[in-house]
């Protein structure tokens, strides 16, 4: 069983990168999975999930510049992140739960992620 978050780099600000988290061994689509991320020096904090029903949920840091998706057929969960600036350089990685996350305060917290965790990915913004 694992959890692979892959697709990060380095990129200019303004750029796009798209992440993926992908799962072997287990079926993402009845898990709700959630995209955590962690700049130096700080703690790792949620900003984006996606429940069973495809409810997305966004903190306000990222809301209007990143999409969170699913790929059921690829057991794929994708964060496509656009107009990315320096803040944003963080190693991203993606957790599951198996119970359907629809509040903001449960998607951002670590607690709630009691499933599987991806090794991470590191997203650097600089010109």
């Known amino acids: 069983v694992q959890l692979q978050a892959s697709g990060g780099g380095l990129v200019q600000p303004g750029g796009s990168l798209r992440l993926s988290c992908t799962a072997s061994?287990?079926?993402?689509?009845?898990?709700?999975v959630g995209w955590f991320r962690q700049a130096p020096g700080k703690e790792r904090g949620g900003i984006s999930c996606i429940n069973t029903r495809g409810t997305t949920i966004y903190a306000d840091s990222v809301k209007g510049r990143f999409t969170i998706s699913r790929d059921n057929a690829k057991n794929t969960v994708y964060l496509e992140m656009n107009g990315l600036t320096p803040e944003d350089t963080a190693v991203y990685y993606c957790a599951t739960d198996r119970s359907s996350i629809s509040s903001l305060g449960r998607c951002t917290r670590r607690d709630t992620w009691r499933g599987y965790w991806g090794q991470g990915t590191l997203v650097t913004v600089s010109s």
């Open positions: 061994g287990f079926r993402m689509d009845s898990q709700s």
